[in-house]
């Protein structure tokens, strides 16, 4: 079953903030989050594996809380650039090989 | 420059016929994988491998076959099983499962 990401759209100015959710109904092992522009293939943002590390790099990072099954991708003072749809991946301790990925989250950044 | 070649960019094919996308990395990875994508919808796991001569199905495997006789080409048959064939499907790669993935541009197929 894949997870499930909320909000499922979500618009900003530019210099906003924003949070998007993944929650999974399955133990996990790790979560990954992906960025795709229309058009194009998903582009790899980071990984977070069990241990509620939280990591990130310039001014997005994410969360992963393995007790709820959840984990949050933050994008702080947003960019033109930040446009695209967002999806989370999820992968379980059952089968470490297979990676999951969520609804997707759409996120428009106007000027 | 390592990366993942798919091809055809763009594939028209009748209704019936079975039709083979070509998925090729040079990045030296072990793992490979099949996606396919509908308008507005998320990614859904179609075949994947972790080893040559090795594969899984994933969660929509019916209609679709894969080979895996060489590390670095991962090709997927889209049948005439496959009640609808009409989609984007991306090919991806990592060199171990708690990696990123990588992903090819994508072929978009559209059967008519």
């Known amino acids: ?111 | 420059d390592g990366g993942i070649t798919q091809s055809p960019k763009y594939l028209f094919r009748k209704e019936g016929q079975n039709v083979t996308l070509s998925c090729e990395q040079n990045l030296n990875h072990d793992a490979m994988y099949w996606y396919r994508q509908d308008p507005g919808q998320g990614l859904r796991l179609i075949y994947y491998s972790q080893i040559v001569n090795d594969f899984q199905k994933g969660d929509i495997a019916e209609g679709y076959s894969v080979s895996r006789e060489k590390k670095e080409s991962f090709p997927l048959t889209v049948t005439s099983a496959q009640k609808n064939p009409t989609a984007f499907y991306l090919c991806a790669s990592s060199p171990r499962h708690d990696y990123g993935y990588t992903f090819g541009s994508g072929t978009r197929l559209t059967v008519v």
């Open chain 1, 1 to 111: 079953q894949q997870p499930v990401q909320s909000p499922q759209a979500v618009i900003l100015r530019e210099g906003e903030d924003a949070v998007i959710n993944c929650s999974s109904s399955k133990a996990l092992y790790s979560v990954h989050w992906y960025r795709q522009k229309h058009g194009e293939a998903p582009v790899f943002l980071m990984i977070l594996l069990k241990g509620g590390e939280q990591k990130g790099h310039d001014k997005i990072s994410a969360s992963f809380n393995e007790k709820k099954q959840q984990s949050s991708l933050y994008l702080t003072a947003s960019q033109l650039s930040y446009s695209g749809t967002y999806f989370c991946g999820t992968v379980t301790p059952y089968n470490t090989d297979k990676l999951i990925f969520g609804t997707g989250t759409r996120l428009q950044v106007f000027p």
